[in-house]
């Protein structure tokens, strides 16, 4: 079987490409701050959440109509802008938020008819699972389990105004239009392009995450909430 990836929803078998991944297994650097203190052997560690963004190389190979598939390649991810995701077929049910910036060094076979080079993409630390996508809808208090090691940080939908409570922290919607959509990685609420920042209340002026296992959710005054949770691991 040939491997592929995927990138910004485009397959790009398309353009030809066709790829090996052993560096796809790697995984991230989390950042300590070292603190040397005068008279004392080793140094006291910070221990820092932040985790690194990490370099993901793909060797790749175009094996036919090298030239016109190269091009069209070329175009395609170096229009992308930003962050999408990326997802390979040695890991299914997971995925990468990933920037590709290039350069790509080819090296062209049999006449130009075919050639090889690294698709080399700079990574969030995360893999994301596919399954993190998937929306739980509660009607009314639940609880929804976290599979993976990793705090979780939802987007969620709420509609109506009052609390839901999970992961520690109660968010209190002041006033709804309808529903107001919760962001809880970029830590900001809306509807549509409307900030809706001023309309909730947080209990401990923090975002709530997901934590490791069952999650209690409850509702209070709240008629729905849709959350998508956004399961990642490394």
């Known amino acids: ?52 963004n990490i370099e993901v190389t793909y060797p790749a190979f175009i094996y036919k109509d090298f030239k016109r598939q190269l091009g069209a390649l070329r175009a395609f991810l170096l229009s992308q802008i930003g962050y999408c995701k990326l997802q390979d077929s040695y890991h299914p049910d997971e995925y990468r938020l990933a920037l590709f910036r290039g350069p790509i060094d080819v090296e062209p076979v ?14 969030r630390p995360q893999r994301f699972l596919t399954s993190g996508d998937t929306m739980t809808t509660l009607t009314a208090s639940g609880a929804i389990v976290n599979p993976t090691s990793f705090d979780a940080q939802p987007f969620l939908r709420v509609y109506g105004a009052g609390e839901v409570t999970f992961g520690g ?30 309309c909730i209340e947080l209990s401990d ?19 729905r909430v849709e959350i998508t949770p956004r399961w990642w691991t490394l």
């Open 205 to 223: 002026n923090d975002f709530p995450v997901l934590p490791a296992g069952e999650n209690t959710v409850t509702l209070s005054g709240v008629t």
């Open 110 to 123: 049999a006449k130009l008819n075919a050639g090889q080079f690294d698709l080399v993409f700079n990574c």
């Open 169 to 198: 922290t109660t968010i209190t919607i002041t006033s709804a239009d309808g529903y107001t959509d919760i962001d809880c990685a970029l830590m900001e609420a809306f509807k549509g392009t409307v900030s809706k920042n001023d």
């Open 1 to 52: 079987m040939r491997n592929y990836l995927t990138f910004n929803g485009v397959d790009l078998r398309d353009f030809g490409v066709y790829i090996t991944g052993s560096g796809t297994f790697n995984a991230p650097e989390r950042e300590y701050s070292e603190i040397a203190i005068p008279g004392r052997n080793g140094s006291l560690i910070g221990n820092e959440r932040r985790l690194s």
